[in-house]
């Protein structure tokens, strides 16, 4: 069984964080439920504090109207919270403006908020522990790209490492102008080369919304079926493709562009050009979109040392199927029982073998509440689009069909064109045989963990074995049973003993 960590599962609260960047100011609350974290409520307010920076050295008088509006409002919608539960952190524009200490008092006088002001390193290390949180195996590099700032952070596969922090957000590039790319492009090699060398790396972690948004652009060019944008993987060339696609268009035909930000028409050419720049000059050959920076780094890195450790996968998996009358104890089980089977095929995805078979065995009770006529289509799209940190768009598509088949005995599961695109056949098969597997083990033991527990599953001799404890062996009588244990024999194209 997957390990878990000696300390108590903490019980669930809500956490609230408000970022006042450069470019927006952000509240969003989240749910923290052990290491997996849920966005209850996000707002923004583009409100461009850091527009006027690089003319003027201080924030921009409508941005700080702006800001100020919004972080009332924030505060009200607040109310009643303990100061504990709230983080306002300020990040480049708050930093650098000669007016940003001005700001903050205001800020405390008259919305009631202490802004934290991060300096460039705690931006920067805030960010890679962001991209930890929603991937804690992320290796290579991290760029969250704000309104006025770039942090570039290193990581080793434990955290981050070192960073950092350079002027190449795209108010400090010029934007709201209209992109001069030749003089922009020489700007950002200027900032870039001191640094390339030691951030040199094959995989880019890319955060920030902008550099979102290029990749919501991506999906949309590539008629890409899973409109998820975390964890979403372009190559060298297609990130290549689609920056310097950006970084020609004027703001009318951006504005032509469905999907993207409106809020983002002046800056986004800016932001694809310094994406472009960093993948050319990093030799980087993979670039990774994370929906998590410095909101959830900070946010990580305030959880206990046990709870950081556990796996967001698996955790996000148990809270989604958390419900009143259902055992918790029901995952852990399934994945002892199915656990030594799977292990003697061969691996689909290789050392992340273990990590899925104990994720989907959480989420065997995902339809428990819901109508049995729609069980196996609606789990399987929640699995598709759940926002649960720490799997791979092949790995979401891979548990959503676990899921379909724990449902179903139909062969293939919804949209099952779209999923093509993302598994293979063999993965396909996999998740069905997985699926198939869970849903034995669920009507076997009539979803009691306890009764599971006398009865084991086993391939032996190219044979699919199962069998009870002495004097339990009427747990194998009946049709739905030989039925269920059928189904996975086939999934796994083996023949059965029962008995």
């Not at 989420?363 to 609606?378: K, M, N, Q, T, V």
Request: glycine share 8%; net charge neutral.
């Amino acid at each position: 069984m997957w390990p878990r960590a000696d300390s108590p599962r903490p019980e669930a609260r809500q956490a609230a964080v408000i970022d006042v960047g450069s470019n927006s100011v952000r509240l969003v609350i989240y749910r923290v439920d052990g290491r997996a974290l849920w966005t209850v409520y996000n707002e923004k307010v583009v409100a461009g504090l850091g527009r006027d920076l690089p003319a003027t050295g201080r924030l921009s008088p409508e941005g700080v109207e702006a800001a100020i509006q919004a972080l009332r409002r924030f505060r009200a919608v607040l109310d009643g919270w303990r100061a504990s539960e709230v983080t306002t952190a300020g990040t480049a524009a708050v930093r650098e403006a000669a007016d940003g200490a001005t700001f903050v008092k205001r800020v405390k006088d008259e919305a009631g908020l202490e802004i934290r002001v991060l300096s460039g390193e705690e931006e920067a290390h805030y960010a890679a522990m962001g991209v930890v949180a929603g991937d804690p195996s992320a290796q290579g590099v991290v760029g969250d790209l704000g309104g006025s700032s770039l942090e570039l952070v290193r990581l080793n596969g434990t955290g981050p490492v070192e960073g950092a922090t350079l002027p190449l957000g795209p108010f400090a590039l010029g934007a709201p102008k209209p992109l001069d790319v030749d003089r922009v492009r020489r700007a950002v090699d200027v900032q870039l080369a001191p640094h390339a060398n030691r951030f040199a790396s094959r995989d880019f972690h890319a955060v920030g919304g902008a550099w979102r948004n290029l990749a919501l652009l991506h999906m949309q060019l590539a008629d890409y079926p899973l409109h998820v944008a975390h964890q979403y993987e372009m190559s060298r060339a297609d990130a290549l493709d689609v920056t310097r696609f950006v970084e020609r268009q004027s703001k009318s035909s951006l504005e032509r562009i469905q999907g993207l930000s409106k809020k983002r028409f002046d800056t986004l050419p800016y932001s694809a050009l310094v994406l472009d720049q960093l993948i050319e000059r990093l030799g980087v050959e993979r670039i990774v979109i994370s929906a998590y920076g410095v909101r959830e780094g900070m946010l990580l890195e305030a959880m206990p040392a046990a709870v950081r450790t556990r796996d967001p996968l698996i955790e996000g998996c148990e809270a989604l199927t958390a419900q009143k009358g259902v055992s918790p104890e029901l995952g852990p089980v399934l994945e002892a029982w199915i656990a030594p089977t799977f292990e003697k095929l061969a691996p689909v995805f290789g050392d992340r073998e273990r990590i899925l078979t104990a994720a989907a065995c959480r989420l065997a009770d995902l339809g428990a509440r819901l109508h049995p006529d729609h069980r196996a289509d609606l789990a399987f799209e929640q699995v598709l689009r759940a926002p649960i940190a720490g799997m791979t768009h092949p790995e979401r598509a891979f548990l959503a069909c676990a899921m379909f088949a724990r449902h179903s005995s139909a062969p293939s599961p919804p949209d099952s064109g779209a999923v093509g695109r993302i598994l293979s056949t063999e993965r396909r098969q996999r998740a069905r045989a997985l699926g198939s597997a869970i849903r034995l083990g669920c009507d076997l033991s009539g979803r009691n963990p306890r009764l599971l527990e006398k009865s084991s599953l086993a391939l032996v001799d190219g044979r699919l074995a199962l069998t009870t404890l002495p004097g339990w062996e009427d747990m194998l009588l009946g049709e739905q049973t030989a039925k269920r244990a059928q189904s996975l024999a086939q999934a796994l194209k083996v023949r059965l003993d029962i008995g």
